[in-house]
């Protein structure tokens, strides 16, 4: 919309009910609803979208990098329409969707591929047919959906034994996520690097390549930090990839943006994956190193007009490093977080871009992907690019959901990534719980603490009773103010007392000696213990479970629960409660009420945001309770199932959960 603009075209939204809020469709110039919520009912509706571009009379629809931008029917529709479609033509498309029918024509093109084998209805049904047909590949294989991609339907199969298995949930995910639960096989290669290619192509026949991108750092096989250009990458090697890339587009007869995916090894060769027949995620680098606005590039090219020569004649300056911010529980095995984000806020730095998809308010529900933002740093070298990131990344305020932010930090400044020295494999050497586990030092949560327990009550002239009393005033100044957080699994409390401007606190019955210099309901720039810094603070009530408060300052962030002094009665759940980690859609059910259990069997399967989450048994027991069937939908905290110990009432205690995603 940004770039429209720029170039005096006027846009429309179209919206889910959802995404009402959202902050797209304040941008836009005009909007148009899609009733539903879910991506079925409402951007998958081909009909529905083309039906608001005629309604407000639309020349063209972008598709952007989800959804239908990948639809090849959609397309032609587009031109039944007389609408333009902004980007390639239906048949380039439709060569690419099915990654088996892609891997035909990249051999055909002369482009290295790997070898694979297509997984038909006869050998999906039959796990016998399906082991004798992998005889001539080599483990590990990696099991992938034929058509989509953004790491939906995807597995590693390291022996035979996991083969049907992962065969059949991959199927099942790309079923959800796009409409076809068609798989294919192909041999998986070991700590690789993601390169891709940025290609562009107009209709007079022109086809360039605009450089590489490294995209190896992943978890669930989804990208989290791109950059260009790769360390691994150099002139020789820039190359050949790039030819590679202009061949594969020259075969399919692509016009627009496209980016032609490889796998590189570790000796330096390299396989085609798959063309992305649309604009990419992590175009932002891209741009950043040669200066060009590539959604400006495509409008421009489905306008008609020739690549102009800046995009012919491309120099990369410097380097960029994008990461994706995304609504997720590292610690829970990256599970989606959903809620009301509080507070969103990226400090603004020399170098740093912004794309965002929240602002304070937006709600991150389960219907789409988590992404919160791309932030994306530029800089002359590579060392300062990852410095302006890291340090644009620290500062940034996230409140409300789970965030990646932590980790995303601390491999921005690990010294193996430092050096260049990453593959597909990083998260699988670095435990990414470890890294992005959000810790502060005791000095910090000591400050944090202390802010919170004073800004509480600052504000006094919105208070109902003598609001021109200074706050924590008492004439009989006989005991302290006392109140509970609770943070980190820990429940602390925070006991003070004024002298002034001076305060006598405890936290967690450790004395501290604080002086106020400034304190409001959003700000305490405190002394403590002869350290002065500046703690900013983010309230939101929680009803009768208290007020969630965010801090941020020296030292880091701390998230914490400010406990109520009264606690409602049958708050609680029963014994043996088995509650949903995050929630989502029941899609399978393992167990039968009076079944008998180990630690560890599944319970059910969960979907949420197009990914299947295994729930399974914290203990052995007996289920004694179902509250749910398949097709349900749960909240979090919802009570999925009641599990004695040995028929008898047990602990309760949150799901196990594990993810079983797909890949890149």
């Not at 029917?73 to 990654?99: L, W």
């Not at 209709?203 to 930090?225: A, F, P, T």
């Not at 050096?419 to 990414?432: N, V």
Request: with cysteine; charged share 25%; hydrophobic share 45%.
């Amino acid at each position: 919309m940004r770039t429209a603009r720029a170039l005096d075209i006027a846009t429309v939204a179209v919206y889910s009910d959802p995404d009402s809020g959202a902050p797209f469709v304040a941008a836009a110039d005009e909007a148009v609803r899609l009733p539903g919520a879910t991506p079925g009912e409402t951007y998958l509706r081909a009909d529905l979208v083309l039906a608001a571009a005629k309604r407000v009379g639309a020349d063209a629809i972008h598709p952007g990098y989800g959804f239908l931008s990948e639809n090849a029917a959609f397309a032609r529709d587009c031109a039944a329409a007389g609408v333009t479609f902004i980007g390639p033509p239906p048949d380039a498309i439709e060569a690419m969707g099915s990654k088996t029918r892609a891997k035909e024509l990249m051999a055909a093109a002369g482009v290295p591929v790997l070898p694979g084998l297509v997984v038909d209805e006869r050998l999906a049904a039959d796990a016998d047919a399906l082991v004798h047909a992998v005889a001539d590949l080599r483990f590990p294989l990696l099991v992938k959906a034929t058509y989509g991609g953004g790491g939906r339907g995807m597995r590693i199969v390291r022996a035979v034994p996991e083969l049907a298995q992962a065969v059949a949930a991959a199927s099942r995910e790309a079923a959800s996520a796009f409409g076809d639960g068609s798989v294919f096989l192909e041999h998986y290669v070991e700590r690789p690097r993601h390169i891709e290619v940025q290609i562009f192509a107009d209709r007079h026949g022109d086809v360039v390549h605009l450089g590489e991108r490294e995209c190896s750092i992943q978890r669930r096989y989804q990208k989290i930090i791109e950059e260009a250009p790769s360390v691994a990458v150099d002139a020789e090697l820039r190359e050949r990839l790039g030819t590679a890339a202009v061949a594969a587009a020259a075969a399919i007869g692509y016009v627009g943006a496209g980016t032609v995916e490889f796998v590189l090894d570790q000796s330096g060769r390299f396989f085609f994956l798959e063309v992305n027949t649309r604009l990419q995620v992590e175009h932002p680098v891209t741009e950043e190193v040669t200066g060009l606005d590539l959604v400006a590039l495509q409008i421009l090219v489905a306008e008609g007009a020739p690549l102009p020569p800046a995009a012919r004649e491309v120099k990369i300056t410097g380097h960029a490093i994008e990461a994706r911010l995304y609504a997720e529980d590292v610690p829970a095995g990256f599970l989606p977080s959903t809620g009301t984000v509080h507070r969103f806020e990226v400090p603004a730095a020399p170098g740093i871009r912004v794309d965002s998809g929240v602002e304070d308010g937006s709600v991150v529900g389960v219907h789409y992907d988590p992404m919160l933002a791309k932030v994306i740093a530029h800089g002359a070298t590579r060392d300062q690019a990852i410095r302006r990131l890291a340090r644009a990344l620290d500062g940034t305020r996230a409140h409300g959901v789970a965030t990646n932010r932590a980790l995303l930090v601390a491999i921005l400044r690990e010294a193996e990534f430092r050096a260049g020295a990453i593959d597909t494999g990083y998260l699988d050497r670095h435990d990414p719980v470890v890294m992005g586990s959000v810790s502060c030092d005791e000095e910090t949560r000591t400050t944090h603490l202390i802010a919170a327990a004073l800004t509480a009550a600052a504000d006094r002239r919105r208070a109902a009773i003598l609001p021109g009393v200074p706050s924590g005033w008492r004439n009989v100044s006989l005991s302290p103010q006392r109140v509970e957080y609770e943070t980190a699994g820990e429940t602390i409390e925070v006991a003070y007392r004024h002298r002034g401007r001076r305060v006598e606190a405890t936290v967690g019955g450790r004395p501290a000696e604080v002086e106020i210099h400034h304190v409001d309901g959003r700000l305490a720039d405190l002394t403590v213990d002869g350290v002065r810094s500046r703690t900013r603070v983010t309230r939101v009530l929680a009803g009768a479970t208290g007020s969630n408060v965010y801090l941020d300052g020296r030292g880091g962030s701390t998230a914490a629960r400010e406990l109520p002094r009264f606690v409602e009665p049958g708050s609680g759940v029963s014994p043996g409660s088995l509650t949903a980690p995050m929630p989502g859609t029941v899609v399978r059910i393992g167990v039968t009420s009076g079944d008998r259990v180990a630690k560890g069997d599944l319970v059910a399967v969960l979907e949420t945001m197009k990914m299947e989450h295994t729930i399974t048994a914290p203990h052995d027991g007996v289920v004694v309770e179902l509250g749910f069937g398949v097709g349900d939908t749960v909240d979090s905290g919802a009570v999925l199932a009641v599990i004695s110990l040995t028929g008898d009432a047990g602990d309760s205690g949150r799901a196990a959960a594990s993810s079983q995603p797909a890949v890149a």
